[in-house]
């Protein structure tokens, strides 16, 4: 028997998983209208040279690839960051700043299936473009924690940290090592990192540092705890610019949201500030992320600084369920000769419940069911 299956880490979605994702998807559009947020739509298919002169590398395994009639290589997107700073210098090159840009689109990339990942995915996120000051991390940062509480109103946590504070002890190292360190900190591979720092040209104090940097995460107490491993004083500065955003949240009152992680090493290169991961109950990893990414747009001949976050709907669908806002479902039965009369009945009883027809022509007059 012929089997129609669809491929390795795609997913149908049904009923009230697909319900769950519409309402997530409607009550954080209109979460980000508020904000002020304006949609921004781009192709599914873009050029992969695109994506190449975003990210510093690119592995090509793991991307879609065509080729269209004249030769060129096409791809599925892989993220939303790259063509929104490839819009931003394209598109927006007269419009006023700070730019406020809300998507939510499909991206791809190819993933081991065997380990339970998708490859198709719905991203949904904000870019604000234009803006370098602590007011517009603060602002990005406080939208997240609004965002998740459209997720989960109590059971989330922002994970917060910055990718200076790791590239700033980093100086002077080649990027081969750069990038395996960061793998091993990233995965908490912890006697592997221990071996490697060993064999690394550091002095003593690097070498503690790095040892250390999986270990600082936790509360609030960590950014004091992480000036004990500096090596710089440039990492004293990241610190107190995160105690600073970090006041200010608590300020707002999301204070037993917070944990900071200055371990958090993203695969994403773009990446050259603050960054931060939000977690729900239930999920067993990060349902958001962002961060700041001042030199991206740059790479696409126009400077300037921005910071967003992207929230990935399908990995909720598990542990979100729809929210129904009607009363009861009804079935209005009716013979043949009654449809006009079912269809009049139906339209009143829709004011507060969901009401769906059936012909029943053993029956003679209308008949309402409630399920």
Known sequence: MTKFQIPEGTK?????????????????????????????MTPTL??????????????????????????????????????????????????????????????????????GNQNEETDLGVELVGEDTNCADLEILTIAMEALM????????????????????????????????????DNKTLPELSEFVKKLDIDENKQKFFNQLPWLNGGLEILEE????????KQIQILDSIKELTNAL???????????????????????????????????YGVLSGGRYDKLIAKFNRDLPSIGFSI??????????????????????????????????????RKDSIVSLNRKDSIEDIEIEVV
Request: glycine share 6%.
């Open 250 to 284: 608590i300020e707002l009152g999301y204070k037993k949201y917070i944990t900071i992680d200055l371990g958090k090493v993203p695969r994403l290169n773009y990446y050259t500030g603050i960054i931060f991961e939000g977690f729900v109950s239930g999920v067993g």
């Open 12 to 40: 149908d979605l049904i009923l009230d998983e697909a319900l769950s994702k519409k309402q997530l998807i409607v009550n954080l559009e209109k979460l980000l209208d508020r904000w002020g947020y304006r949609e921004v």
């Open 46 to 115: 873009e050029y992969f040279s695109t994506f190449l002169v975003g990210f510093d590398e690119v592995n090509e395994e793991d991307s879609y690839k065509f080729i269209d009639k004249n030769g060129r290589i096409l791809t599925l997107r892989q993220d939303m960051t790259i063509p929104i700073a490839r819009l931003v210098s394209t598109k927006f090159k007269d419009t006023n700043l700070p730019l406020r840009l809300r998507y939510c689109a499909q991206v791809f990339t190819v993933l081991e299936s065997l380990a």
């Open 312 to 349: 990935k709907l399908d990995r909720l669908l598990t542990v979100v369920k729809p929210k129904l806002d009607y009363k009861e479902r009804k079935i209005v039965h009716y013979p043949k000769d009654k449809m006009i009369k079912a269809i009049t009945i139906s339209k009143e009883l």
């Open 150 to 185: 459209v997720l989960d109103k109590k059971n989330f946590t922002l994970e917060i940290g910055n990718i200076d504070f790791f590239n700033e002890a980093c100086i002077g190292m080649s990027e081969e090592d750069k990038e395996k360190l960061a793998n091993l900190i």
């Open 226 to 233: 992480a000036k004990k491993y500096v090596v710089s004083d």
